[in-house]
C-alpha cells in the first residue's frame, strides 16, 4: 500500500506537468486531492493497515498531499498570471546597465606597440627635454650653426640658444654624456618643427633609437629594423635600405617598406612608387663620439628615429593629419 | 631641383626609362620625389603653314587667317603679333585635347568663325611663353603631328623632381647627376661643349680684378664679351630652364642661369660699360651699407656681408644678387662674366640674414667645386657667342692664391667591414672608389699590417674629408641591398627604464576604464589663455616661455596649462553635439625659469567631465553631473594605483574653478592637485558658458613620490568586527571629513573603518542643519571585542562628536 501511494504521487507530478489552463488544474484537483479523489480514498484505506504502520503511512500521506498541493499552489499562480499577462520574460536584447568606457589616442597606441616591440628587443625607454637646448638639438649632432644642414629641419626658437626640440635625437646625446657603453635605448616623445599644411602639423611625435657597443654594423642595424619593421607591419613586410644623409649618422639610410595600401602596385598614398618611407636611420658618425667622449675606434652603433604620426596613418588608414589633433570623438571613438 | 631627362642625355647614355632611372637614383641616395611627363600629350596638335592673314572685320586685334593643316585648307582666327605669312605654327583641331584639358572646339569670334586655334608654348605646357604663337622648324610639312620624334624639338620629356640632401652640392647640377648615373650604370660622361673664339683684346686691357677678402672669396674669375646682342633665347634653352622652373629673361641671363643649372657653378652677368674705372674689387660691407639688388629691394648690409664693388660703388651681393647699377638691359652691349668660389659660411649668414636665398647662394653655401670655376666661365662665354654673337676677349682673369691640393684619406679595409658587416676585397673597395672618379693609390701596411687604401676624393666631392666619409660611399656603390643582415646580441645599459615610465601606462589605462578618452593637444597655446582661465598676477600660469617665430598668435606660448586644450577640446566636440564627454589628456607644461634657460617641464594628468552623468534610459533617469562625479572618478584613480591618506580640501586660490564647488587634493600632507567646476567665467572665456565642466589636475611628479615603492601584504583581520551607527544632526558648515577625524582620533586603534551611508540636507524651507549617518566598523587585531566596551567606546565618541560639533543625536 505504501508502494501504491508512491505510484499516486509520481502520476500526479507526471499529470501536473502537462496541464496548461485553469480548468485542467481544477480537473486536477478534484482527480487527487478532492473528497472523492484518488489521494483521499488511499487514506480511507488507512484502517486495513496493523497498528504499528498506521503512523508512517499517515505521515507519508500527509507528506504527499502537502507536496502536491504546493506544486499545485504554485501552478496555479503561474497560470493566473500568464492569463492576466504578467510573467516576467528575460530580454536579453534589451542593452545592459553599461559603464562609461573610454579610448586610448591612436598615436599611444602606435607609441605603446612600438616600445613594446622594441622594449622586448633589449632597449630602454628613456624621456628627455620638449625645450632643448641648441647644443643637444644641434651642435653635439654634428649641426654646426652655419651648416645647410640645418635647413633640413625648421626650428622653433626660445631664444638663440634654446630651441623646441625639433626631433628626439638630443636624447642620444644626453644618453651617452651620462653613461659609457653598451647603451641601448628608445626615446618616444613630441618634437616641433615650424610646418603646418595639409600633411604637416607643428607638433608631432617620434621614437628614437640607438645602440651602442663593441662590434655593432651596418648588417645589425638591417637586422634591428627589419625585426621591428615586420613584427610592427607583419612577418611579410619588404622592406628596402636606401642612402640618405643625416649629420650625425654616416652611413645614413632611409628604410622603406613596401606600400601597405596598394601591396607596391602604385597608390597616391605612396606617390606611386610602392615604397613607403618609415624610417630614418644610420651608423652613429664618429664626430658624435666626439662630443660625447666616446672612442669611435673601439665602439661602434646605430641610430634610428621614425614618425608616429605616419606610423599611425598607415596602420588605421588615417588620410588626415590634422584629425589626431582635432580631438574630435567621432575619430577618437573608433581606437 | 627639376631637371629634365633630355638634358641628362646630352651628357650620358641612359638606356632605360624614366621609372626606372628614378628608381636607380633613389637607391643610389639621389632621392626622387616627382616625375612628370612633359610635351607627351600633343597627339592632337599638328603643325599648320599660314597661307594668308587677312584684319578681322570687327577689331584689329584680331586676325583672320587661312592656314594649311595636311589635311585641307581652314580657318582661324588668332591675335597673336607675331603671325608671319609662310610660317608654321602648332595647330589644334575642333575636339583637340591640350595638354591643360581644354578641348577646342569651333567657334565664332566676333562674327567670324574660328576652326581651330593656333598655339602659343604655353598652350602646349611647353613653356611659360604667351608673347605669341610658337614658330616651329620650316622644314616641316603641314599636318606633321607634334607628338612624333620631332628631333630638333625635343617635345617629349620627363621632369624628375629630385630631393638633394645637403650633403652633395656636387648632384645640383645636370652634370653631376649625369656622373652619378654614368658611375652607377658603367657609362662615360660626356662634357659640354666649349668652342671659343677670341678675337678681342687681350682681357688685362679691359679689366681688373682685386680681392680684398680672400677668405671670403678664395678664388674670382672673369671674362669679358664685347659687341652682343640681347634677344630672346631660342626655344631648347628657354626650355629647358621652364622645365627646371626658372623665368626665361634674355639670351645673356639665360644662359648663366642655364651654365649654373648645367655645372652647378653660379655666374653673373654683369653690364661692363657700367662698372666704373673697368674694376672688381671683392670686400666685405662697411657696416651700415645699403645696396639695392636687382629685384628692386634696398638691403642694409653688415661688415659680414661680402659684395663685389667697381671701382666707386658695390655692384653685387657676392654669391646672392646682382645689382640693380649693372645689371644687363636691352641697352646692354658688353659683359663682363663673373665665375667664382665665395666661402659657404659667409654666403649662408649673409642670405640668412637677409632671408634672401637664391639658386646661387643655395650652391655656394653648399660648396661648389672650386677647381670647376673657370671651365663654367668658358662654358658660358660660348654659349653666349653663340647665342649673342659679339666679340671674345682673349684671355680670362683668374685670381686664385692658394691652389686647391686634394686630401688624402686614410682608408682601412678591415675597418670598413667590421663597421659594414661585410667582407669586401681591397679590390673590390678600390673599384667602387674610382668609379667615383677618386684617386686610390697602396699604402706602405708596415705601420700595423693592416691593408690600406690613400684616397683623393676629386675636387667636387667637398663632402668628403674623413675616413668615415669613404666607407659610406663604398656602402652606397657596393650597394646597402646587399650587406647582410645580422641581429645584435643586445646587452643590458647602465639605465633602465625610467621611473615614471610604467606609470603613464597603468594611468592611461585606468582612465580609460574609468569612462575617459585620451585626448592629445599642442604644447603651445595663446598667451591671452592665462587671462581667460582667470590667472591671478602671481600666477605660475602666466610663466609663459614664448616662441620666438610661432606660426600663430595662438600658438605662440608653451602652455602652462592642460585646461586651455582640455576646453577647446570639449568646445570642437559640443560643436557637433557631443555633449556628454569625458576626456584626460597626459603630458607636459612648460614654466619659464630665465631667459636662454630651459624651462622647468612639468607632467600633469588632466581630466575633463561635462554633460550628463546618467542617460534617461530604460531602468534609469537621467542625471546632471556634479562635484561627487569628477571627484569619485580622480578617487577611484588613485586608489588603483595605490594612494592613501588622500584629502579634500577648500582652498582659496584656484584661479580657474568655481570657489564654492573646488577642492585642493593632498596625499598625506602633500598636495598634488585640484579637482572642482570650471568657474563660469573661464566657461564663457571659451564660449561654453552653455556647458558646466568639471576638472581634476594632477600633479604626476608630486604624485610619484607618494606612491609607495613596494607593496607589502597584510594578514586578514582574525576577530570579529563589531558595528554601531550614529545619525546625527548638523550645522550645514560642518565637513563630513572633521566628524570622521573625530572618530578615528578618539576610537584610535579599534576604530577599523568609518563609512557616511546617509546624507540629508533638511527641508526645503530650513536648510541650516544637516543630518549624516556613519557606519563606524570596530574592530581589534588582537582580541575579540566584547559589546559593553564597544558600547562604552561608541558613548565616548558620540560626546566628543557634539563637544566638537554643536551636533546633535537624530532621533529614530
Ligand atoms: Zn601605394
Redesign the interface.
Known amino acids: 500500500m505504501k508502494e501504491q501511494l508512491l505510484e499516486l504521487e509520481k502520476k500526479a507530478i507526471t499529470d501536473l506537468k502537462t496541464i496548461s489552463d485553469a480548468s485542467e488544474l481544477e480537473q486536477f484537483r478534484v482527480t487527487y486531492l478532492g473528497k472523492k479523489g484518488l489521494l483521499t480514498s488511499v487514506m480511507k484505506r488507512l484502517g486495513e493497515l496493523p497498528a504499528n504502520e498506521r503512523p508512517e503511512f499517515g505521515k507519508l500521506a500527509n507528506r504527499i498531499k502537502t507536496n502536491l498541493s504546493g506544486l499545485l499552489d504554485e501552478l496555479r499562480d503561474k497560470i493566473s498570471a500568464k492569463a492576466a499577462g504578467q510573467e516576467t520574460i528575460l530580454d536579453v536584447t ?2 545592459g ?1 553599461a ?7 591612436p ?2 597606441l602606435i607609441i ?1 606597440d612600438v616600445c613594446q616591440i622594441l ?1 622586448r ?7 628627455g ?5 641648441d647644443y643637444y638639438n644641434f651642435e653635439a649632432l654634428n649641426i654646426p650653426r ?4 640645418r ?2 629641419q625648421d626650428t ?7 630651441v ?1 626640440r625639433t626631433h628626439t635625437s638630443p636624447i642620444q646625446i644626453r ?1 651617452m654624456e ?8 628608445i626615446a618616444p616623445g ?1 618634437v ?1 618643427r ?1 610646418d ?1 599644411d595639409v600633411s604637416h602639423t ?2 608631432f611625435h617620434q621614437v628614437e633609437g640607438l ?1 651602442v ?1 663593441q ?6 642595424l ?3 629594423l ?2 621591428f619593421l615586420n613584427e610592427m607591419f607583419g612577418p611579410d613586410t619588404r622592406l ?6 643625416f ?1 650625425f649618422t ?5 628604410v622603406d617598406i613596401r606600400c601597405v595600401i596598394c601591396g607596391g602596385r602604385g597608390c597616391r598614398t605612396c ?1 606611386n ?1 610602392g615604397w613607403l618611407e618609415i624610417l630614418g636611420s644610420g ?1 652613429v ?2 664626430a658624435v663620439y666626439g662630443f660625447v667622449d666616446y672612442d669611435a675606434e673601439v665602439y ?1 652603433g646605430f641610430a634610428f628615429g621614425m614618425g608616429i604620426e605616419r606610423l599611425a596613418m598607415l596602420k588605421y588608414g588615417i588620410d588626415d593629419i590634422q584629425l ?7 575619430f ?2 573608433q581606437f | 631641383m627639376k631637371i629634365s631627362l633630355n638634358w641628362l642625355k646630352d651628357y650620358v647614355d641612359i638606356d632605360m626609362s624614366a621609372d626606372e632611372l628614378g628608381r636607380l637614383l633613389t637607391m643610389a641616395g639621389l632621392e626622387v620625389e616627382g616625375l612628370e611627363p612633359s610635351g607627351q600629350s600633343l597627339d592632337d596638335i599638328v603643325a599648320a603653314r599660314i597661307l594668308t592673314i587677312a584684319p578681322h572685320p570687327e577689331t584689329d586685334r584680331l586676325s583672320v587667317c587661312q592656314v594649311d593643316t595636311g589635311a585641307g585648307t581652314v580657318q582661324v582666327v588668332c591675335g597673336a603679333p607675331n603671325l608671319a605669312t609662310g610660317s608654321l605654327a602648332p595647330f589644334a583641331a575642333a575636339g583637340a585635347t591640350l595638354p591643360n584639358g581644354t578641348t577646342i572646339s569651333d567657334s565664332s569670334i566676333r562674327g567670324v568663325m574660328s576652326h581651330g586655334m593656333l598655339l602659343a608654348e604655353d598652350e602646349m605646357g611647353l613653356t611659360d611663353d604667351h608673347t605669341g604663337v610658337m614658330i616651329l622648324p620650316p622644314n616641316l610639312a603641314p599636318g606633321t603631328p607634334l607628338s612624333s620624334d620631332l628631333k630638333p624639338l625635343e617635345l617629349s620629356d620627363w621632369v624628375f623632381d629630385l630631393s638633394i640632401t645637403p650633403n652633395r652640392p656636387d648632384w645640383t647640377s645636370v652634370l653631376g647627376v649625369a656622373r652619378e648615373i654614368a658611375a652607377i650604370t658603367g657609362k662615360t660622361l660626356k662634357r659640354p661643349e666649349i668652342i671659343i673664339e677670341e678675337g678681342g683684346a687681350p682681357i688685362s686691357e679691359l679689366a681688373r680684378v682685386t680681392i680684398d677678402d680672400p677668405v671670403g672669396c678664395p678664388r674670382y674669375a672673369a671674362g669679358v664679351i664685347q659687341g652682343v646682342e640681347l634677344g630672346f633665347s631660342p626655344f631648347w634653352m628657354r626650355r629647358r630652364l621652364f622645365l627646371s622652373g626658372i623665368r626665361s629673361i634674355n639670351n645673356i641671363v639665360d644662359v648663366t642661369n642655364y651654365v649654373l643649372l648645367e655645372m652647378g657653378q653660379p655666374l653673373h652677368a654683369f653690364d661692363y660699360d657700367r662698372l666704373r674705372e673697368n674694376r672688381i674689387i671683392v670686400r666685405r660691407a662697411e657696416k651700415g651699407e645699403t645696396f639695392i639688388t636687382l629685384d628692386g629691394e634696398t638691403r642694409s648690409l653688415t661688415s659680414e656681408s661680402l659684395m663685389i664693388c667697381d671701382g666707386e660703388r658695390a655692384v653685387a651681393l657676392a654669391g646672392i644678387m646682382g645689382g640693380l647699377n649693372s645689371e644687363i638691359t636691352s641697352d646692354t652691349g658688353d659683359v663682363l662674366l663673373e665665375s667664382a668660389f665665395f666661402d659657404p659660411v659667409t654666403i649662408r649668414r649673409c642670405s640668412k640674414r637677409l632671408g634672401l636665398s637664391t639658386e646661387a647662394s643655395y650652391r655656394f653655401e653648399r660648396g661648389i667645386d672650386i677647381e670647376g670655376v673657370t671651365t663654367a666661365l668658358k662654358r658660358a662665354m660660348s654659349l653666349i657667342s653663340h647665342l649673342a654673337g659679339g666679340n671674345i676677349a682673349s684671355g680670362i682673369i683668374d685670381i686664385y692664391p692658394r691652389q686647391y691640393t686634394p686630401p688624402d684619406i686614410r682608408l682601412r679595409i678591415d675597418k670598413t667591414n667590421r663597421l659594414l658587416g661585410t667582407s669586401l676585397s681591397k679590390d673590390a673597395v678600390r673599384g667602387y672608389l674610382e668609379a667615383l672618379e677618386m684617386d686610390v693609390r697602396d699604402m706602405n701596411v708596415s705601420e700595423d699590417d693592416r691593408v690600406q687604401l690613400v684616397v683623393s676624393p676629386p675636387s667636387f666631392r667637398v663632402d668628403i674629408t674623413r675616413e668615415a666619409d669613404l666607407i659610406e660611399e663604398v656602402a652606397r656603390v657596393f650597394g646597402y641591398e646587399n650587406i647582410p643582415v645580422t641581429y645584435p646580441s643586445i646587452r643590458p645599459g647602465q639605465i633602465g627604464d625610467a621611473p615614471e615610465l610604467a606609470l603613464p601606462g597603468q594611468i592611461r589605462q585606468i582612465m580609460i576604464g574609468l569612462g575617459f578618452t585620451e585626448i592629445i593637444t599642442y604644447s603651445f597655446i595663446s598667451p591671452k589663455s592665462a587671462d581667460m582661465l582667470g590667472a591671478e598676477e602671481a600666477s605660475s600660469l602666466r610663466k609663459f616661455v614664448p616662441i620666438l617665430n610661432p606660426l600663430a598668435i595662438d600658438q605662440s606660448v608653451m602652455r602652462t596649462s592642460l585646461v586651455p586644450g582640455i576646453l577647446n577640446t570639449v568646445g570642437v566636440n559640443v560643436a557637433h553635439y557631443e555633449r556628454d564627454l569625458r576626456l584626460f589628456e597626459w603630458g607636459k607644461v612648460f614654466f619659464q625659469m630665465g631667459e636662454d634657460l630651459q624651462p622647468d617641464e612639468k607632467v600633469l594628468l588632466t581630466a575633463v567631465m561635462t554633460g550628463l552623468s546618467q542617460k534617461k534610459s530604460w531602468h534609469c533617469d537621467e542625471r546632471t553631473l556634479d562635484f561627487y562625479d569628477i571627484k569619485g572618478a580622480l578617487e577611484a584613480l588613485l586608489a588603483a594605483i595605490g594612494l592613501k591618506e588622500i584629502t579634500f580640501n577648500r582652498e582659496t586660490d584656484l584661479n580657474s574653478y568655481d570657489p564654492e564647488c573646488s577642492a585642493g587634493v593632498s596625499c598625506s600632507g602633500s598636495a598634488i592637485g585640484r579637482v572642482g567646476q570650471v568657474s563660469s567665467k573661464v566657461m564663457e572665456a571659451y564660449g561654453l558658458e552653455k556647458v558646466s565642466a568639471f576638472l581634476f589636475e594632477i600633479d604626476i611628479a608630486a604624485l610619484l613620490k607618494e606612491i609607495p615603492a613596494t607593496k607589502r601584504f597584510q594578514p586578514f583581520a582574525k576577530f570579529p568586527a563589531v558595528y554601531r551607527d550614529i545619525s546625527i544632526m548638523l550645522n550645514r558648515e560642518v565637513e563630513s571629513a572633521s566628524v570622521i577625524d573625530i572618530v578615528k582620533k578618539k576610537g584610535a586603534e579599534w576604530i577599523e573603518s568609518v563609512e557616511i551611508f546617509d546624507l540629508y540636507e533638511g527641508s526645503k524651507s530650513d536648510r541650516s542643519e544637516k543630518a549624516l549617518a556613519f557606519r563606524i566598523s570596530y574592530r581589534s587585531k588582537d582580541r575579540t571585542l566584547d559589546g559593553a566596551e564597544v558600547n562604552h567606546l561608541h558613548e565616548s565618541i558620540i560626546d566628543e562628536i557634539r563637544l566638537k560639533t554643536g551636533g546633535r543625536l537624530r532621533e529614530g
Request: hydrophobic content about 30%; aromatic content about 12%.
Open positions: 534589451l542593452p546597465r559603464p562609461f568606457y573610454g579610448h586610448l589616442h598615436l599611444s605603446k622594449s628587443m633589449g632597449f630602454r625607454v628613456v624621456k627635454p620638449n625645450v632643448e637646448l652655419d651648416h645647410p644642414a635647413d633640413m622653433f626658437y626660445v631664444s638663440d640658444n634654446v623646441l644618453v651620462t653613461q659609457n657603453p653598451p647603451v641601448s635605448i613630441k616641433y615650424r603646418s607643428p607638433m645602440l657597443d662590434h655593432v654594423t651596418f648588417g645589425d638591417k637586422g634591428t627589419t625585426c628596402r635600405f636606401r642612402p640618405s644623409f649629420p654616416e652611413p645614413s639610410a632611409e606617390s612608387t651608423m658618425d664618429p661602434s589626431f589633433y582635432r580631438n574630435d570623438m567621432r577618437l571613438r
